[in-house]
């Protein structure tokens, strides 16, 4: 005989019976066996006696650990002793949770009776003014200027709502009345009836504005409180009362109030009108929404024994050796007299899970009990196994799948549902959390995440239907900054910057130890985010439950960089935000390529790893169609015309290989959506982790190499405005693998067209730009290594037939243009071959015809700069008229004797050429001067034309006509300087000509 436990899915035949199933448990005492698919020897023939000593000892130590009850709960108590048998388990919860929710319904207060709406407040966005972007907790501004109200009023007593800031801009919140008529020019406090706070501005509205409050930041949380009874309106940021608004505000019969709010375009908030607990609450103030009381005593209840539960549970997985086994937690512990009751621990938290479902469906028992749990159970280490997170998650897995507990669970409060609120929780709890000396709270946020996520299958959920999708996975991976107020009370003494006596020394050591103890904090966040982004990126977890959580990370990654290269202020992000996620990814990437390829080397049994810094995207990337480039601009243009232009080539390189995702996506267009398909397995990937074995691409792992190209992407989105000094080898690291993915596209022929713009117009030339502004003094090696490499690949593409946008060629010669102005920058370009010498002054002695010109004669131009007769004097010739003004040196003269001779030598042996540019330079300078003149005229006062003021976009193009004329002149003195006989030629028909020509300017 086998008794035991089975779910409503277990299916029974005369073969199968209990414990013959994966969610049935059985014990049989007459093969002295328990079941659950497999089985294993347990007990003795007097199965009824050991399995009740068992049960009873497990129920006594449960409800001997629990912690002390309070108020209702001794009452209770007395009324209902912990049950002796495993059968009255479920009576004795359901008896408990009844006798609580009696005791709430006479503790109630009549909370209704000051407030008129719905009993869960939201945003009414039908009656909004211009287009508001809302869910339930969260709002964006899409038009210029948006306002919407809440469906929730209230007339009498005291009143709070919370303002979560994503952003920092200019936005309105506080109260208003029915009466108030809103559009795109009037928003909350602009009317006679409504008040509000803007941090942006620094001010209070109610028609008229003053100052009130303090500025505000992204991640702040802004209390609005309204007193109807006393008349007054006030505000709180983080907590901290900013003081009375409004001590005038009408208040009576007939006139019930609003929470309202105003965003400016792109602007982002979170609502809480006490849907979740309230970070900063204040006394005698309540809630729009109720606090969920009763559920809130019952939750507590249904945890705290869960909790005991996840403790033996623990015990008996590792039966009682387990050195991590917290003895605070578990008083006394005893062996108990046999290890194997998993079964048993599985029917009480069967039992307990069964009743948490409703209550699990509130976003308030979510964050305020469940939460609470979790970090109990959790330790806050790295290297920690977190069993009880573990173990916990285990049970939910078991009994909160969809259909297992089809008389509980409805469509709200699946595991799904769960988990995702869980994680919402979480990254509402870290993002705003005020920041506090240590950062203690923020680490013990990313210490749970971090447990949870140790969780396989929660883990692959989460990367498969929660992250990047519901929530938003960057927040996790960002510090919010302290504000002034916080960083006077961690480095109270401020650096001197003269140091007159023994006092000011010794306040610039506490000032550096101040610092280096703020910076130890934030190093220690930013390594457990590193830690975080590993577990989503591992890649062994495959063998049990396909696809890896390498795979699923890479394919959300994808779609988030859509999402946000699109101008759609729905999914962007704060710069600062996008920047972190990128330094930590990047470390991260680091960390599993040089993995890979240590790995690599020792089965080849030599050395055949790639360093990081040398890492590239294949050309094949490029063409690829199954891998989206979301419709970017390709250097040749359009892809479909570029496919039909360059088939045979596209062809070849197709045949020669495959794209790991575009493998995994054709494999997942054929999958389920049905969750049960994803907890079971999936068999049709596993095929991927053969190839991903067997791979041998030079540029490291397929998947890898999908990621540097993403974090290329992702670069773009957020990070080329925004640096930071200690972060200068991120930038060299990306610098250089982008080059490097240029140049191998180059050398593959007509491939080159397929590389997107982005590539070399926005991060090629953004990152060395930042290199050598942001960066500009340090490891001059790595410098001067990076500029010889731009130097040579700008001189061979400045004229490149491949790149069609001439937007594109402009950017190149401009950055180079820029780049030669300073000595050791054109040393850099003397340095280079005499091949690619010879290319770059084919490409500026060009005819200036039919091309922009202006950039490649300013470089021509620093060529000359300290020869011929207008660089005579160091600085300008002092003027009578200006003697009060302040003599600005002009820079240094540095000029390139090598170029200049290479230039005459090359005028010389190709006079076809030199004769065309020469006209050309001639025929721009006449055009130049010109437009000089007529503009000058213009601006000329005369007898019979007063001109009062002159408009200033005026003279800004006349003196940029004058700078053309002058450096035009300049360039055709080198020009006759380094190769005279150009003009001077007597057997040459056009050099009489060109003399004439040049006498004549």
């Known amino acids: 005989m086998q008794f035991g436990w089975c779910t409503i899915k277990c299916h029974f035949s005369q073969e199968i019976g209990v414990g013959d199933t994966w969610t049935s448990f059985s014990y049989d005492g007459g093969r002295i066996r328990t079941w659950n698919v497999q089985n294993s020897k347990y007990g003795d023939k007097r199965m009824n006696i050991k399995a009740t000593t068992n049960a009873n000892d497990i129920l006594t130590h449960i409800f001997t650990n629990l912690p002390k009850q309070q108020d209702n709960d001794e009452i209770l108590n007395e009324r209902h002793s912990f049950p002796q048998q495993l059968g009255d388990f479920g009576e004795y919860l359901d008896n408990k949770l009844t006798d609580i929710a009696t005791a709430c319904l006479k503790s109630s207060s009549e909370y209704e009776e000051n407030r008129i709406g719905p009993s869960t407040a939201s945003l009414n966005s039908y009656s909004a003014t211009g287009i508001v972007q809302c869910t339930r907790f969260d709002y964006t501004g899409i038009s210029s200027f948006n306002t919407v109200r809440a469906d929730v009023c209230v007339f009498r007593g005291k009143w709070q709502y919370e303002v979560l800031l994503e952003t920092r801009g200019v936005m309105q919140f506080g109260w208003c009345t029915i009466k108030c008529h809103f559009s795109q020019e009037i928003g909350v406090g602009d009317t006679w009836t409504s008040f509000s706070y803007d941090g942006g501005r620094i001010r209070k509205w109610n028609v008229q504005n003053s100052k009130y409050g303090d500025s505000w930041l992204a991640g702040d949380i802004i209390s609005c409180l309204i007193d109807c009874d006393e008349g007054t309106i006030s505000f709180k940021r983080n907590g901290i009362d900013l003081g009375i608004a409004f001590d005038n505000v009408p208040c009576g019969k007939g006139i019930a109030y609003f929470p309202a709010i105003s965003l400016s375009q792109n602007e982002r908030v979170k609502i809480n009108f006490g849907a979740t607990p309230f970070r900063h609450p204040t006394t005698n103030y309540l809630p729009i929404d109720e606090k969920p009381q009763l559920f809130i005593e019952q939750a507590n209840f249904l945890f705290n024994i869960f909790e005991q539960v996840i403790y033996l549970g623990k015990y008996q997985r590792f039966n009682g050796s387990n050195k991590n086994t917290n003895s605070l937690k578990l008083p006394q512990a005893r062996p108990l007299p046999d290890p194997k009751n998993d079964a048993i621990l599985m029917i009480i938290a069967q039992q307990i899970i069964e009743r948490l479902c409703p209550l699990l469906a509130s976003p308030y028992i979510i964050q305020q009990c469940f939460i609470s749990m979790l970090i109990r159970l959790n330790h806050e280490s790295l290297h920690s196994e977190h069993t009880e997170i573990c173990l916990c998650l285990d049970y939910f897995w078991a009994f909160l799948q969809s259909n297992d507990l089809l008389t509980v669970l409805t469509p709200s409060n699946d595991l799904l549902t769960v988990l995702t609120q869980v994680f919402h929780s979480l990254n509402t709890l870290y993002f705003f959390e005020p920041i506090q000396l240590q950062f203690d709270q923020h680490r013990q946020y990313l210490y749970l995440l971090y447990s949870i996520l140790k969780h396989e299958d929660t883990r692959k959920l989460s990367l498969e239907s929660i992250f990047f999708l519901k929530v938003k ?22 650096w001197a910057r003269k140091k007159l006596n023994l006092n000011d020394v010794e306040r610039d050591l506490s ?32 063998l049990q439950h396909p696809p890896s959580s390498k795979f699923l990370f890479i394919t959300k990654f994808r779609l988030f960089l859509k999402e946000n290269l699109s101008d759609s202020p729905l999914h962007n992000f704060q710069p600062g935000i996008i920047r972190n996620f990128f330094h930590r990814l990047l470390h991260v990437l680091e960390f599993y390529w040089n993995q890979y390829h240590e790995i690599k080397s020792f089965d080849e049994g030599h050395d055949s790893s790639l360093p990081f810094d040398s890492a590239y995207v294949p050309s094949q990337k490029f063409i690829d169609n199954n891998f989206d480039y979301f419709n970017l601009q390709r250097l040749g243009g359009v892809q479909s015309h570029l496919e039909k232009e360059y088939s045979a080539d596209v062809k070849r390189a197709r045949s020669s290989g495959t794209s790991f995702l575009s493998r995994a996506f054709s494999d997942q267009s054929s999958r389920h959506d049905d969750m049960s398909d994803f907890v079971n397995g999936r068999e049709r990937y596993r095929h991927q982790l053969g190839y991903s074995l067997k791979s041998s691409n030079a540029t490291g792992s397929e998947s890898l190499t999908e990621l540097l190209d993403g974090l290329i992407l992702l670069y773009h989105v957020g990070v080329h405005k925004h640096y930071l000094k200690e972060k200068r080898r991120d930038i060299v690291i990306l610098h250089r693998c982008v080059y490097r993915t240029l140049q191998i596209a180059s050398e593959a022929g007509n491939l080159f067209s397929f590389v997107p713009e982005i590539y070399l117009n926005d991060i090629y030339l953004n990152t060395f730009t930042a290199l050598n502004v942001y960066y500009p003094t340090e490891d001059s090696g790595i410098n001067r290594e990076i500029a010889g490499d731009f130097v040579q690949f700008i001189a061979n593409h400045m004229q490149d037939t491949r790149i069609v946008n001439s937007d594109v060629r402009d950017n190149m010669t401009q950055c180079l243009s820029a780049f ?126 007063y001109m009062p003021t002159i408009e200033h976009r005026q003279m800004k193009i006349c003196s940029t006509c004058f700078d053309v004329t002058v450096s035009l002149l300049r360039t055709i003195e080198m020009t006759i300087c380094v190769a005279p006989t150009v003009i001077l030629d007597r057997h040459s028909n056009t050099s009489e000509m060109l003399l004439i020509r040049l006498l004549q300017v």
């Not at 610092?515 to 591992?538: A, F, G, H, M, V």
């Open 473 to 494: 996975l960057p927040l996790f991976i960002d510090i919010k900054p302290p504000d002034s107020d916080l960083l006077k009370q961690i480095i109270p003494d401020g």
């Open 511 to 542: 000032c550096l130890s101040a610092c280096r103890k703020l910076k130890d904090d934030l190093n220690s966040l930013e390594n457990i985010q590193i830690e975080i982004l590993k577990l989503l990126l591992t890649p062994s977890d495959v």
């Open 820 to 945: 030669c102005f300073y000595s050791g920058s054109l040393r850099a370009l003397e340095s280079m071959r005499e091949y690619n010498r010879t290319v770059l002054i084919r490409a500026l002695l060009t005819p200036y015809a039919n091309r922009p010109w202006a950039m490649t004669n300013l470089i021509l131009v620093r060529f000359w700069k300290g020869c011929g007769f207008g660089f005579r004097y160091s600085q300008s010739y002092p003027s009578k008229f200006l003697q009060s003004l302040r003599k600005d040196r002009v820079q240094d003269s540095s000029p390139s004797m090598k170029y200049q001779q290479e230039i005459g030598r090359y005028l010389t042996s190709h006079s076809d050429d030199a004769i065309g540019f020469l006209n050309s330079l001639l025929g721009q300078l006449n055009w130049a001067f010109s437009e000089f003149m007529g503009l000058l005229k213009d601006l000329t006062p005369t007898k019979s034309r």
